[in-house]
């Protein structure tokens, strides 16, 4: 198993209702869609290092359909 399929699964147990998990990493950030039972439904990584950090940001907010201050406001 990958280490997203363990966060989803690790996910599902703790907040059983989330579906979606956003990991801002060292090397890399991802978002996984959790489907019932703590299963893969997609995920999306940056395509560059964790340098790209703002880049992941821009990319998660194109993929919402939301304006990047719109996102920061939804996360605050």
């Keep these: 198993m990958s280490?997203?399929?363990y966060?989803?699964?690790g996910v599902q147990f703790f907040k059983p209702?989330?579906?979606m998990i956003i990991?801002?990493?060292g090397q890399?950030?991802?978002v996984t869609h959790i489907a019932d039972g703590g299963f893969v439904r997609d995920c999306a990584m940056n395509d560059r290092?964790?340098?790209g950090t703002g880049r992941f940001f821009e990319?998660?907010?194109g993929r919402l359909g939301i304006d990047l201050p719109v996102l920061g406001e939804l996360a605050a």
């Design 17 to 19: 209702d989330a579906r």
């Design 49 to 51: 290092c964790a340098a």
């Design 3 to 5: 280490e997203i399929t």
């Design 28 to 30: 890399n950030s991802k």
């Design 7 to 9: 966060h989803a699964r």
């Design 23 to 25: 990991e801002i990493g």
């Design 59 to 61: 990319m998660l907010a």
